[in-house]
Antibody, heavy 121, light 107 residues
Framework: EVQLVESGGGLVQPGGSLRLSCAAS????????MTWVRQAPGKGLEWVAN??????????NYVDSVKGRFTISRDNAKNSLYLQMNSLRAEDTAVYYC????????????WGQGTLVTVSS | EIGMTQSPATLSVSPGERATLSCRAS??????LAWYQQKPGQAPRLLIY???TRATGIPARFSGSGSGTEFTLTISSLQSEDFAVYYC?????????FGQGTRVEIK
């Protein structure tokens, strides 16, 4: 059974940093694109960043609003995905979902339960 | 960035009736279009990918159609568990983008 468990969310002041983690199990982690998608309270979904599987050299993509502030990374030996978030802003407040792409696809097939990040003074 | 527009914002349907949800892209996304269902307090669930292919375990009452800029998700006979918010998503150009969602509520 595919499982994705996020951790690391919480309350942080504007300008602060936070590192989200996602522990993956039930599949060959290194073989899949992985993604972070966020959802502000009461709002829709926004793709934040994704990262390619090992065979594609770990290519990364970011939405413009987080470029230069967020870094996605993965540790295939630990079956883990990360999102380092720096220079956080109020508008980054959201539930952050760790997610696995469908094999060879550009959509999310499996989602974690999400972790809430609140940026506020 | 490709904009995705969903209509209507809210759809009121009686159980057993047919629901038709629309999604329009600001430019062609060929068939790189997915649909998701999200219930309150839950993560989204993939329903349809590549415009018309049902994801694993999705009931046959869900069907997708369209290509280019116009897409439709049809739920042939609404069940109680289908009342939720539905999002479309394009995977043609990065950044992949979602529509704002259509809420399907009980009439």
């Amino acid at each position: 059974e595919v499982q994705l468990v996020e951790s690391g969310g919480g309350l942080v002041q504007p300008g602060g940093s936070l590192r989200l983690s996602c522990a993956a199990s039930g599949f060959t982690f290194s073989a899949y694109w992985m993604t972070w998608v966020r959802q502000a309270p009461g709002k829709g979904l926004e793709w934040v960043a994704n990262m390619a599987e090992r065979e594609r050299g770990g290519e990364t993509n970011y939405v413009d609003s987080v470029k230069g502030r967020f870094t996605i990374s993965r540790d295939n030996a630990k079956n883990s995905l990360y999102l380092q978030m720096n220079s956080l802003r109020a508008e980054d407040t959201a539930v952050y979902y760790c997610a696995r792409h469908r094999v060879g696809g550009r959509e999310v097939e499996f989602w974690g339960q999400g972790t809430l990040v609140t940026v506020s003074s | 960035e490709i904009g995705m527009t969903q209509s209507p914002a809210t759809l009121s349907v009686s159980p057993g009736e047919r629901a038709t949800l629309s999604c329009r892209a600001s430019q062609s996304v060929t068939t790189k279009l997915a649909w998701y269902q999200q219930k309150p307090g839950q993560a989204p669930r993939l329903l349809i990918y590549n415009a018309f292919t049902r994801a694993t375990g999705i009931p046959a009452r869900f069907s997708g159609s369209g290509s280019g800029t116009e897409f439709t998700l049809t739920i042939s006979s609404l069940q109680s568990e289908d009342f939720a918010v539905y999002y479309c998503q394009q995977g043609y150009n990065w950044p992949w983008t979602f529509g704002q969602g259509t809420r399907v509520e009980i009439k």
